[in-house]
């Protein structure tokens, strides 16, 4: 690919909020460079992709609902002559599920196993048909059912006002009917240690589950009062209704990811809290004012659950315009996705909500991941702004931070809108008419980097970016259910080449 310097620098100061009205494009194969400190990071471009059915049935008969997160075991990622090789994790959220309806399947808990191989390809555009997604292969190898404290499984189901207490922890679990009993995990995040634990991050009760190797529960790591939900005073792990403190419904830990030298646990919440979200009341429909999110740091190196971050911070997200008409922005661009890099820097995907599996035509506007440091940013661990509900914003109608309160600093460098690259392996941003296989997903929701064992260029990368289908087949089947839909949105990987300086080969 040719290389065009687009060299931004980040100074390590509070970003005023981007608004992003109309579809954020960027075309054409060049490299993008931006300047962080002096040193550089570059994005060399889209360099292959992977499609799986989406009537794909997994090791326990349902259904494999796709990626809201995944992770490349990299003890067993290799390069044998022109392609890689690999073993590739993934995690699926609670199954097929309609909030609306109140419809919910008691769903196990699991995790998925792939044998991948990717060659990469960086030459003419292939055609537009589904055949030409095919430089990551994707080939199911089982998988790992997640059990609790008493070695049950976990259910999918809402847990309404139900809870459960499991070596004293506050769970959340249904009363009666589907799942009840049964501790209820939205699972949205994922992270393996060096000894092949893994953490879970949850959207019900915005915990961080612990479990070991074999996928049995080992601990859970419990939020701060900011961000246990709460409503009419007393916990709340709903997700049909937002309560009236901490995590909003269906926005808990989306993002999760160990520093590269594995004593960090970065934790991210998907948008605002509820106390720091801007109210529009005259406008139910604008979610604009959610882009305040928090991110605390846990140290881990002497236990995996510790009782308290030693660091929390603020950033501020993209909002953006969901028709893309130019008119003021009514959503947040919602974190999707973390990965740490080292100690102090994150890459976050931050997203819109429109694509394949909206069932709709609306615009693709924002899909990017974004160059994020903590540097210069407030450290809130210990204040009021964690240990109580108290705003972080100046104002309950305006996403304004508090003026002695600096949010981390970001500047983008993948932006996934590039059609050029897009029609490289026959995929495009049309949404019109809607449901068209070769049209980007909606939900990107995960990602994860795997060394590319290039001498020449040491701090390159492969960045694995997956979709979350929402179990969205012709073909679908829950719980020896019918669930089927009228079109697939099949599991999608899409992968970058990224030059990340400083970053440590690792083995996680």
């Given at each position: 690919m040719k290389s065009l310097l687009l060299a931004l620098l980040v100074s390590g100061q509070a970003f005023a909020t981007t608004s992003v009205t109309t579809p954020h494009l960027e075309h054409g194969d060049e490299s993008r460079t931006v300047t962080v400190r002096g040193q550089q990071f570059?994005?060399?471009?889209?360099?292959?992709?992977?499609?799986?059915?989406?009537?794909?049935?997994?090791?326990?008969?349902?259904?494999?609902?796709s990626f809201s997160s995944l992770a490349i075991d990299k003890k067993r990622w290799r390069k044998v002559g022109d392609h890689y090789e690999g073993t590739l994790w993934t995690l699926p959220d609670r199954g097929r599920n309609d909030p609306a309806a109140n419809l919910f399947y008691d769903y196990a808990a699991r995790l998925h196993r792939f044998h991948i191989r990717f060659k990469p390809y960086v030459g003419k555009a292939l055609a537009a048909d589904v055949h030409s997604q095919a430089q990551v292969s994707i080939v199911p190898d089982g998988g790992i059912e997640l059990r609790d404290f008493h070695g049950r499984p976990f259910t999918g189901a809402d847990p309404g006002t139900g809870t459960i207490t499991e070596h004293g922890v506050l769970l959340p679990s249904p009363h009666q009917g589907i799942g009840a009993g049964k501790i209820s995990i939205d699972a949205e995040s994922l992270q393996f240690t060096r000894d092949g634990s893994f953490y879970v991050g949850d959207e019900y009760a915005a915990n961080v589950y612990f479990f070991d190797p074999r996928g049995h529960l080992r601990g859970v790591l419990v939020p701060p009062p900011a961000v246990t939900p709460r409503?009419?005073?007393?916990?709340?792990?709903?997700?049909?209704?937002?309560?009236?403190?901490?995590?909003?419904?269906?926005?808990?830990?989306?993002?999760?990811?160990?520093?590269?030298?594995?004593?960090r646990l970065?934790?991210?919440?998907?948008?605002?809290?509820?106390?720091?979200?801007?109210?529009?009341?005259?406008?139910?429909?604008?979610?604009?004012?959610?882009?305040?999110?928090?991110?605390?740091?846990?140290?881990?190196?002497?236990?995996?659950?510790?009782?308290?971050?030693?660091?929390h911070y603020v950033i501020e997200l993209p909002a953006y315009r969901d028709q893309g008409d130019g008119k003021p922005a009514n959503k947040t661009a919602a974190e999707s996705e973390i990965r740490a890099l080292n100690d102090h820097q994150l890459l976050i995907l931050a997203r819109d909500g429109n694509g394949l599996g909206t069932d709709n035509d609306k615009p693709i506007v924002y899909k990017s991941m974004l160059l994020v440091d903590t540097d210069g940013a407030t450290n809130l661990a210990g204040t009021t702004y964690e240990n109580t509900t108290a705003s972080v914003l100046e104002s309950p109608g305006k996403s304004i931070l508090k003026h002695d309160i600096h949010p981390m600093s970001w500047v983008e460098l993948v932006n996934m809108l590039n059609p050029d690259q897009l029609a490289r392996f026959g995929m495009n941003l049309t949404t019109q008419p809607r449901n068209q296989p070769l049209t980007i997903s909606e939900k990107w929701e995960a990602m994860d980097f795997a060394p590319a064992f290039d001498a020449a260029?040491?701090?390159?990368?492969?960045?694995?970016?997956?979709?979350?289908?929402?179990?969205?087949?012709?073909?679908?089947?829950?719980?020896?259910?019918?669930?089927?839909?009228?079109?697939?949105?099949d599991n999608m990987l899409l992968v970058y080449r990224l030059t990340l300086p400083g970053m440590t080969q690792t083995t996680h």
């Open positions: 570059v994005n060399e471009g889209l360099v292959g992709t992977g499609r799986l059915s989406a009537q794909t049935v997994d090791f326990l008969g349902d259904t494999l609902g409503t009419h005073g007393k916990i709340d792990f709903n997700s049909l209704a937002a309560p009236d403190s901490g995590r909003r419904n269906n926005q808990g830990v989306e993002g999760m990811s160990l520093s590269p030298d594995g004593t970065f934790v991210a919440l998907q948008s605002a809290l509820i106390q720091d979200s801007a109210r529009h009341p005259e406008d139910k429909d604008d979610a604009s004012g959610r882009v305040v999110t928090r991110v605390m740091v846990y140290d881990v190196t002497r236990q995996p659950v510790p009782a308290r971050p030693i660091a260029n040491p701090d390159d990368f492969f960045l694995f970016v997956g979709n979350d289908n929402d179990f969205i087949a012709r073909h679908c089947v829950m719980e020896k259910q019918s669930c089927d839909s009228n079109f697939d949105n």
